[in-house]
Nanobody
């Protein structure tokens, strides 16, 4: 089992920045791809960004390319999401996820992930 705990959410004005963090604990040796997903009110959870186990491969949703950066520190069991130039439509609950399947390099689908955090709220005001 792997437990994930997100932090760093909050209220920010449009154009501002936030950095989300996700701490993995438990059986962290089985964490491969890691990702961030977002769920806005009244919508389905959507893919935001993912990163391979080594950190050498990343993938982003078109809506956040050039504004968000995903990274990880395996020595600290940490996943990060640097969010710049935030917009009101970035508002939502952000979830950290990890896959225990080696074949998943940088998953973009929810069903590729096995463990999820509780989420952290990000609100961007206009």
């Amino acid at each position: 089992q792997v437990q994930l705990l997100e932090s760093g959410g909050g209220l920010v004005q449009a154009g501002g920045s936030l950095r989300l963090s996700c701490l993995a604990s438990g059986r962290t040796s089985s964490t491969y791809a890691m990702g961030w997903f977002r769920q806005a009110p009244g919508t389905d959870r959507e893919f935001i960004a993912s990163i391979s186990r080594s950190g050498g491969t990343t993938d982003y949703a078109d809506s956040v390319k050039g504004r968000f950066t995903i990274s990880r520190d395996n020595a600290k069991n940490m996943l990060y999401l640097q969010m710049n130039s935030l917009r009101p439509d970035d508002t939502g609950v952000y979830y950290c996820a990890t896959s225990s399947r080696p074949r998943v390099v940088t998953g973009t689908r929810q069903d590729e992930y096995d463990y999820w955090g509780q989420g952290t709220q990000v609100t961007v005001s206009s």
